[in-house]
């Protein structure tokens, strides 16, 4: 695994459920908090490990994610499961292609498990056609399974979760875990977890879900695998006010946010 002397850079893109916070319709505090924090798009973060720069999830809110941090570069977009608020974004990596034509145009590769793989191809068959019409994304996908893969140099270790009725992936990078959607885990997956420095760990709620992490059940996977930090995602507005919710957690946890950066690992 890559030491943990790269500098490993963490942005949180989105922090929010599969219908985004504020919810269309709502009116409860949270929905209408001035609170930037309490702002929440689809789920889905950026990790970049030295130059290299790694997108998590392309959720209906990809490309106002990649405006707001001024991104025209990366490496790939790995992909943890197959919900649409998390691939529904993928035809804005069309700017990606074409920002540097007519002297290049970049392929975006797109790393995910061979069911992720199967529903994009079928959701996005247009991209994949054999005779395309101008201007459609230009992606090239990559299956991984169980084991440890490499992306430029970088390695990845998927780690395999349940989010209730099918798989879904998370990955670490060095000292860094980035899990979401997950509902449970099993003991061999967690052992890919010892010595991470910072998890991020879904917990949609403090309230039971029966297909996602509550606050609690996240609680007891943080307490076995004891990293220095963790940060919550994916959460829906009955997580409450972030100012009051964050008051709420352990000493080393915290709710994660919009925009929110975390750095690990040391400057070269």
């Known amino acids: 695994m890559e030491p943990n002397r790269t500098l490993i850079r963490l942005t949180f893109l989105g922090t929010g459920t599969s219908q985004g ?4 319709g709502c009116d409860c505090a949270v929905c209408c908090s001035a609170d930037s924090r309490d702002v929440r798009l689809r789920t889905s973060a950026m990790v970049e490990v030295g130059d290299r720069r790694f997108i998590i999830d392309a959720g209906p809110d990809f490309r106002q994610q990649m405006l707001r941090e001024g991104v ?7 992909l943890t499961h197959k919900h649409k608020d998390h691939i529904g974004g993928l035809d804005d990596v069309r700017a990606l292609n074409f920002v540097d034509y007519p002297q290049a145009v970049h392929t975006v590769h797109i790393y995910g498990s061979h069911d992720t793989c199967d529903c994009v191809r079928k959701d996005f068959d247009y991209a994949f056609s054999p005779n395309p019409y101008r201007g459609v994304p230009q992606m090239e996908l990559h299956e991984f399974g169980s084991e440890p893969f490499e992306v430029d140099g970088v390695e990845i270790v998927p780690i395999r979760g349940s989010h209730s009725r099918f798989e879904v992936t998370g990955f670490r990078f060095g000292g860094l875990a980035y899990l979401t959607d997950f509902k449970a885990i099993a003991d061999e997956e967690i052992e890919k977890l010892r010595g991470v420095e910072v ?8 309230e039971p879900h029966d297909s996602h992490f509550s ?6 996977l943080v307490e076995r695998v004891a990293p220095k930090r963790t940060y919550l995602t994916h959460m829906s507005h009955d997580i409450g006010l972030h100012c009051v919710a964050n008051l709420r957690l352990n000493e080393g946890v915290e ?6 950066k975390v750095e690990l690992g040391e400057r070269r």
């Open 21 to 24: 916070v504020p919810v269309i």
């Open 215 to 220: 606050v609690d059940e996240a609680m007891q």
């Open 199 to 206: 998890l991020v760990v879904n917990a949609l709620r403090f």
């Open 72 to 78: 025209s570069h990366i490496t790939a977009i790995l």
């Open 255 to 260: 709710f994660a946010y919009d925009g929110m």
